[in-house]
C-alpha cells in the first residue's frame, strides 16, 4: 500500500523494452547472488558467485559439499536465487532493481560433458577461483529456473517465467 492505494500489476502484464534491458544487464553484471535453501524446515540464506547461461535457461554455482547450502540442496532441490542491484546510496533503496528466481538445483559432476565448459567460464569470470577446482569437495550446481519476481523499481514489478528469461537474454 503506498498513500492509501494498492498497486497491482497484472500476472500476464507485459515486461517493456526498459524492464527487460535492466534484467538483462542486471544478470549479467552482478557477480554474486543470495541462495535461499530450506534447512530444518527453515529458509537459509548465503551468499554465491554464479555464472549463467547466455540464454539465463540456468544458472550455476560452484559450492563445497562441505557447505550448508550444499547439504540441503541434496536434501531438497527447491531453491531460491536472489540477484540485486548493488546498493548506490540512493535515498530510497527500495528502488534497486532485484530478480528472485525459483528453481530447481542438480550437481554436475566433474567429467560430465559440459563441465569443462562451465570451468572455463567460471574461471574468466572469478580467476582466483582456480584453486577451487583442486579441491575434490567442490562442484558446479545448475540452477534451472522455474519462475520468479522481478521488481525494475518503484511500482515497477513482474511476474516471470523461465521463457520469460529466455527472451529477455536477447537484451
Aim: proline share 3%; glycine share 6%.
Amino acid at each position: 500500500m503506498v498513500c492509501g492505494w494498492i498497486i497491482r500489476r497484472s500476472v500476464n502484464e507485459i515486461m517493456d523494452a526498459q524492464s527487460e534491458k535492466v534484467l538483462a544487464q542486471l544478470i549479467r553484471n552482478t557477480r554474486v547472488a543470495s541462495l535461499g535453501t530450506m534447512r530444518d524446515g527453515a529458509p537459509q540464506v548465503s551468499m554465491v558467485a554464479y555464472i549463467y547461461a547466455e540464454d539465463f535457461s540456468a544458472f550455476y554455482i560452484f559450492v563445497s559439499r562441505l557447505a550448508q547450502h550444499t547439504v540441503d540442496m541434496q536434501k531438497d532441490y527447491h531453491i531460491n536465487l536472489m540477484i540485486c542491484e548493488t546498493d548506490d546510496g540512493r535515498a530510497d533503496p527500495q528502488t534497486l532493481a532485484r530478480v528472485s528466481i525459483r528453481g530447481a538445483a542438480d550437481m554436475i559432476q566433474a567429467g560430465e560433458p559440459g563441465f569443462s565448459l562451465l570451468k572455463d567460464q567460471y574461471l574468466a569470470r572469478f580467476p582466483e577461483a582456480e584453486q577451487l577446482f583442486a579441491l575434490s569437495d567442490f562442484s558446479f550446481w545448475r540452477i534451472s529456473p522455474r519462475g520468479g519476481r522481478y521488481v525494475a523499481g518503484f511500482a515497477k514489478a513482474f511476474n516471470i517465467t523461465a521463457d520469460a528469461l529466455q527472451k529477455v537474454s536477447a537484451r
